[in-house]
């Protein structure tokens, strides 16, 4: 059996703790985001919806309490759809899309809604209350490393540039400030509306509208020599700075997979197929070079070259972690992140598998292109990868 | 007199003004704070299409140079957050407000015209009975006062900050004629108690008591630098700590402040002075001419008389000009033999002597800079004061001079610096020839109180206020108790008594224990309550490392650890003592200082107190209580339910990075002083007073001491995992180094109570073991050892 995607959409990414979406839970932002999908097809009954699956990274708090299915709950006003949330961290968003295309594949379910939401201006990295083993702390500290220590650690291994770092950065907002004047984003952005109740200088209680539907994060004014001129954040004698890695941001994106039987059924034509998906284990201080073995695996699996991909969307953790992984394994920039990446777009950790799946068969499906990849490296060394067919 | 000070206007936002207005939001007091609105459009402006009427633009300045002003260091506020309590306006727009203010202070450009225009306006919204004061230096205040209403003129005098308000004690009260008696005594009483500034009432001469013979010394200096040919080095050398000034002695205070501004002072009172007998001595030099024009000003334009320059090797190194060749050259190594032989006297009064007395050239050098001076100052009586007091007072409070120049004086006595004087050509007033006939002195002690000579009455009186607070210089040969080495116990009076240290640094050592324990005694026999300040430079420097290091370096585990013990026993004993313990610490408490302070029943803080425990530095953890305080501190913050972890993290870094307050309100917010416990004076003078009422406060409300606590919450692994996968991440980035590390592990496991499966309770013996157990396994360490030695060798922090 195979599966089908027959929607993905996402909304735009804002920047943590500055910009709009810090005004909306992550829940209220994917449930919205659901609603508008569904309302694409009213063919759908909501019931026949077999479950809700949302990857999110850090699960607590406002993500906490089963946010998938609080997302089914408001989101398709019905008590009868399920949900449940996956995390892998920063592939949760992909892993996400794989499990509902192996239970369709397997014959579980027909429909399923997969996606990511994260807000990093709710919920901080490594979540509120961080208690590690204690073992684990005393005889493999570099497990727990913070992200930012094991870029460095990749760049002492690869030997990569700061000038090559925030060259890479740099391109990725240039590339991210062209696709946004070319309204590349435009179909597969879903606008979010916040009502934003705040105390204004007379202090009076007021209400303010925002529609947000417009990536923050590019800037226009980004410079090499600006980006040069950064100090070095996690490593004091190191190379990584908040310019040359992603950003944190807020953000929620969901895809529609069906199976060939609700295909018909609802008389709707796929966008894409799930083809294969993959995940392994690096050292955990390398985290970042994690795609060079899952990439291989996953196209392996599949049975496709390397050469038949055409599009690729490798998540820029940090640019000397995707300047590594793409002379490792000898990667074309020119069909790398072709609309920018996470570092000029942001990272919104457990959504972006899905948002860059999104971006990919958007894209793809404007180039009239066939197989495309999603891959991210993740937390405490891991690597993923997907391959879609784009119809 | 009754009035209040709820909101003060400071108009002008320059660097004094908006100093000032931070003062003010120190202790407590709303400011407006207003200066002009611009001319012109910046582009910016012009791309947001604002025009000149628009709110931003018209408050652009002001911000401007607010905002500049919080970027000072040392920082102008004790605590960023007293920021909010200034709101920013513009003369345009904001000056009705002043309506709604109780003192105005005015800190606008020194020209006379533009004084006067503001003025007028000010009197259109001025509320009758408010106070009016400029902050003038240059500008006589009866030519200000002229022209104003009856009511303004009443309430009308000068304020004279000096830079940087919150750190120079000096506020000079500048009266006219037509000033209300109540005006001066409300504004003299406020600045001491509540701006925490030494108060002195001056006479309206040109620039007043303290730039008038603060700036005559420096171009005495000057001049006799060019005389005797010294080189500035040398003279910084000559005129620092040595003598009891500044460390930046003469030409690095010039460098700081500006060539400049002294020059212009130095220039107003070269025309504006007709009477003085040194006039000539505040001609500017050819030389200092020189650095004028080629803008050589000090740190404001990178080059004075010094200039740091990056070497070969990309070091920063500090040149000094050489005035002679106008060459920026490295600096010497100097050896003066005089300057050795006084350097280890730790009397202030007999370095000086040492230093004056005989006929090299380094003596006479001396010779001509104190008789000098001591000449001036008494041909200044009663030209500029009559109250010779407030000389010595202004130079102390204002230019950091540590005793008055007529205390100097009375040190050498009369009788023998006279004839020396006149040797060298130098005439002192003729009162002081009266006096030296009726083997008079400038000051002395009665009843516990200075007293200086009057020469009005020819009598010695009383100096007015000191009834008002408690001094310890002036006690201390009455009342004292009991001393060693390290400390005295002094007799407060009213069953209240107190331990002063007076070590080097107020370190503490075996006498100060033995002291603590004494002091302890002496209280439980015969008084109720006892207080431990000082009137050092610091309230302590810490434990003194000297003796654990010598007892490491010898491996005298043991004893080392019956050291610690003793000091832990002690720092319980002040915990628990059957009577109140109040600590009155003051700039620097550190280390076992900052314990010590963190044991009693009450601490009254000094606003200006630098707390921390910084045994990190050295290699070694809190082991005096101070980990074990920490922990109970952090046990009682906790609530049920509450992410204790973070709770723990924050105690952790605060010992973990050996913070230090920079205030005493950041010393709440560190820890080390306990919220609604401990309090904070801002007047160092009336600290120890109130420290005493305090106390009296604590038996008539009826004391009992604390009950020693067993149920200490501490995390365990919890708090402990979070150490070693912080610390590593810390040290992987370069912000810490291995050993450091490895300290951070040892005092998590104390802090965290060690591998305990789950929270647990504890008691503080236990804590208090693994205290001094950690502390003497550090100490066998030689990474402890080498850092230990560079702080005792060479006064420096090895991160190593």
Known sequence: MTAYIIAAKRTAVGKAKKGKLRLIRPDDMAAKLVQEIIGQFPMLDNTQIDDVIVGNAMPEAEQGLNMGRMISLMGLNSVNVPGMTVNRYCSSGLESIAIAASKIEMGLADCILAGGAESMSMIPMGGWRVVPNLNIAKDNPDWYWNMGITAEALQKKYNISREDQDKFAFHSHQKAIEAIANNRFADEIVPIRVIENFVNENDILEQKEHIISQDEGPRKDTTLDGLSKLRPVFDMKGTVTAGNSSQTSDGAAFVLVVSEKKLKELNEEPIARFVNYAVTGVEPKHMGIGPVTAIPKVLKRSGIAINQIEQLELNEAFAVQALAVMRELNINPDITNINGGAIALGHPLGCTGTKLTVQLIHEMKKRKQKYGMVSMCVGSGQGAAGIFEIF | ?800
């Open chain 2, 1 to 800: 007199m009754n009035y209040k000070i709820n909101k003060v206007a400071v108009l002008g936002a320059g660097v004094m003004g908006a100093q000032i207005a931070c003062h003010f939001a120190n202790i407590g007091v709303q400011v407006l704070l207003l200066d002009i609105s611009p001319k012109e459009l910046n582009d910016e402006e012009i791309k947001l299409g604002l025009d000149l009427n628009h709110p931003q633009v018209k408050n652009r300045i002001t911000h401007e140079l607010f905002n500049r002003t919080l970027k000072l260091k040392p920082d102008p506020l004790y605590k960023k957050e007293f920021a909010q309590r200034i709101t920013l306006g513009n003369f345009d727009d904001d000056l009705p407000k002043i309506s709604d203010c109780d003192w105005i202070i005015e800190v606008v450009v020194e020209n006379l015209d533009i004084k006067k225009t503001l003025y007028e306006k000010i009197e259109l919204y001025r509320k009758e009975n408010t106070f009016i004061t400029t902050n003038t230096s240059g500008i006589p205040i009866q030519l200000l006062a002229q022209d104003r209403s009856e009511n303004f003129k009443q309430y009308f005098c000068g304020t004279h900050f000096f830079n940087p308000p919150r750190y120079l004690k000096l506020l000079e009260i500048i009266p006219t004629k037509e000033t209300l008696e109540e005006v001066l005594e409300f504004i003299s009483y406020y600045g001491e108690r509540f701006l925490g500034k030494s108060v002195v009432s001056c006479k309206d001469t040109p620039a007043f008591i303290a730039n008038r013979v603060g700036i005559y010394s420096m171009m005495s200096v000057v001049h006799l630098m060019e005389e005797m040919d010294f080189s500035v080095q040398e003279i910084d050398k000559l005129t620092g700590i040595i003598i009891g000034r500044p460390k930046s002695a003469t030409f690095r205070t010039c460098d700081v402040v500006g060539l400049d501004t002294l020059v212009f002072v130095a220039q107003n009172l070269q025309k504006a002075l007709l009477n003085d007998e040194a006039k000539e001595t505040f001609l500017v030099p050819e030389s200092i001419q020189k650095m004028l024009d080629l803008k050589w000003l000090g740190s404001k334009t990178k080059q004075g008389f010094y200039k740091k320059v990056k070497n070969e090797d990309g070091e920063s190194e500090i040149l000094s000009l050489n005035l002679n060749t106008f060459d920026y050259q490295p600096m010497q190594k100097l050896k003066i033999a005089e300057f050795e032989k006084a350097k280890v006297l730790p009397e202030l009064t007999k370095r000086i002597k040492s230093l004056i007395s005989g006929n090299s050239k380094i003596n006479l050098f001396y010779q001509k800079l104190f008789f000098g001076l001591f000449a001036y100052i008494s041909n200044r009586i009663p030209e500029i004061t009559d109250d010779l007091y407030k000389i010595d007072e202004a130079m102390c409070a204002g230019f950091a001079w540590e005793i008055g120049p007529f205390e100097i004086w009375d040190s050498l006595g009369l009788d023998k610096t006279i004839p020396q004087m006149e040797e060298l050509g130098m005439k002192p007033a003729a009162w002081v020839y009266e006096m030296m006939e009726k083997k008079e002195s400038f000051y002395q002690l009665q009843n516990g109180h200075q007293q200086y000579y009057d020469i009005n009455t020819n009598k010695h009186i009383t100096i007015p206020g000191s009834e008002q607070f408690i001094s310890l210089k002036n006690i201390r040969s009455s009342q004292t108790l009991w001393q060693n080495e390290g400390c005295s116990i002094i007799n407060l009076g009213d069953g209240v008594i107190n331990l002063e240290f007076h070590s080097k640094m107020n370190t503490i050592g075996s006498e100060i224990i033995q002291g603590i324990n004494k002091a302890i005694e002496i209280t439980e026999a015969d008084h109720q309550a006892l207080i431990i300040s000082n009137e050092g430079d610091h309230f302590s420097a810490g434990a003194n490392i000297g003796l654990v290091f010598m007892l490491a370096i010898e491996q005298e585990y043991e004893e080392l650890d019956m050291v610690v013990k003793t000091f832990q026993n002690t720092m319980l004993k002040l915990k628990y003592a059957p009577f109140p313990v109040i600590a009155a610490p003051h700039n620097m408490a550190l280390g076992g200082g900052c314990e010590i302070s963190m044991h009693c029943d009450k601490v009254i803080a000094h606003a200006e107190t630098y707390m921390g425990l910084v045994e990190l530095g050295v290699g070694v953890i809190p082991a005096g209580g101070g980990t074990k305080e920490f922990a109970l501190r952090l046990s009682n913050e906790i609530k049920t339910d509450d992410v204790r972890i973070n709770r723990f993290r924050d105690k952790f870094l605060t010992i973990g990075q050996a913070k230090v307050s920079t205030s005493a309100w950041e010393a709440f917010d560190l820890g080390y002083l306990r919220k609604d416990l401990d309090e904070i004076v801002v007047s160092r003078k009336h600290q120890l007073k109130y420290a005493k009422q305090a106390a009296l406060l604590m038996i008539e409300k009826g004391y009992t001491p604390p009950i020693p606590p067993k149920d200490i919450t501490v995390l365990g692994q919890e708090g402990l995992s979070l150490v070693y996968s912080g610390a590593d991440g810390m040290q992987v980035g370069n912000y810490i180094s291995e050993y450091d590390k490895h300290i951070s592990i040892e005092l998590g496991k104390i802090l965290s109570g060690g591998e305990l499966n789950e929270v647990s309770q504890v008691s503080e013996d236990y804590l208090l073991n693994l205290e001094r157990k950690t502390f003497v396994k550090l100490c066998q360490q030689k990474k402890t050892l080498e850092r230990m030695q560079s702080l005792l060798q060479k006064g420096k922090i090895l991160r190593n």
